[in-house]
């Protein structure tokens, strides 16, 4: 069971996907370095939680896509 900042970066990840199909990774790693600038480091590791779920779910339908 995930716990709500954990579901709550799935949602994010997931709606990005819908919002911006490839650019999706691009948008979240923007939101982190702008987070970083601001020195808003709470944040910006939720971006980067969300640029791991990006990548977790590419490569799940990468490997699923071959067979």
Not at 16 to 38: C, D, P, R, T, W
């Amino acid at each position: 069971m995930f716990d709500d900042n954990e579901r709550l970066a799935r949602q994010e990840a997931h709606w990005l996907i819908k919002e911006f199909g490839a650019e999706a990774s691009l948008y979240a790693a923007m939101k982190a370095e702008k987070a970083i600038e601001q020195k808003d480091f709470g944040r910006c590791a939720r971006w980067k939680r969300i640029l791991e779920i990006l990548a977790d779910g590419r490569t799940t339908k990468s490997v699923a896509s071959k067979y």
